[in-house]
């Protein structure tokens, strides 16, 4: 049933299509980043498991299935995916991994992968979504709470204050535009392909142009 689904869309290929993640302490404005970001770009799901989005609440995988594919996903929709145990968490990543032409945005990235393990939709969508005109947001607190593909997939990576010396030292050598240990709350950096989410952001002038592969 999962693999019947159909494209939603065909992709255009002038879009911008992006891996951005956004980093930081808790209560320092990442969330509240990712929620203006995404107010201005269509056709979203969004990974929810804190309650904190507003959209089209769907809590299991069938209704997914219904919303992007029976109902049609339209441009407008916010489709909040809010699963109550860990089936229906991984079944929705499966049929996510199947939606074309839309942004991911995926809160707590943590619990969806670890320095050692990935979902494998979740692995797809970060490092071949972009075929299939799919956008990721990742979100989580430490660099080194994700998968290390999250961070080498990110075209550009925001990051809010960081207190954890090993976190800092990381983040600073690997040429975020500021120190992160001194950010106040609310502000952030960044590193890389800042010119691709320029309108997204809107701090591209200052943001680094490293172009390592891991951050
Ligand atoms: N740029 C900002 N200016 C003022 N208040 C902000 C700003 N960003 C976030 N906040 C407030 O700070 C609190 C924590 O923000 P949030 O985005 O939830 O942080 P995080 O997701 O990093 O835990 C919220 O009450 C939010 O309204
Ligand atoms: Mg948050």
């Not at 107010?39 to 904190?52: A, F, G, L, T, V």
């Not at 942004?103 to 797809?124: G, S």
């Not at 690997?174 to 240990?181: L, N």
């Amino acid at each position: 049933m999962i693999n019947s689904i159909n494209q939603v869309k065909v992709p255009n290929s002038k879009q911008v299509r992006f891996v951005l993640g956004i980093l930081g302490r808790s209560g320092y404005g990442k969330s509240t980043l990712a929620r203006e970001i995404i107010s201005k770009i269509h056709r979203k799901i969004i990974i929810d498991p804190k309650h904190e989005y507003h959209g089209l609440i769907v809590e299991r995988p069938e209704r997914l299935i219904y919303h992007v594919k029976v109902s049609g996903f339209s441009r407008r929709m916010n489709i909040v995916y809010r699963p109550h145990n860990e089936i229906d968490f991984e079944v929705g990543l499966s049929v996510m991994q199947k939606v074309q032409c839309y942004t991911l945005i995926a809160e707590e990235a943590d619990k969806i992968c670890d320095p050692h393990q990935i979902n494998p939709a979740f692995k797809q969508i970060t490092a071949w979504g972009r075929h299939d005109a799919q956008s990721m947001i990742w979100i989580a607190r430490s660099p080194f709470e994700v998968n290390p593909r999250l961070r080498e997939q990110a075209d550009v990576i925001v990051s809010f204050r960081q207190d954890d010396l090993n976190a800092v030292r990381y983040m600073n050598s690997r040429g975020f535009d500021r120190d992160v240990s001194t950010l106040d709350k609310f502000e952030y950096a960044t590193w890389g392909e800042v010119d691709v989410i320029k309108k997204l952001i809107g701090k591209a002038e200052t943001g680094a142009k490293n172009t390592d592969k891991d951050p």
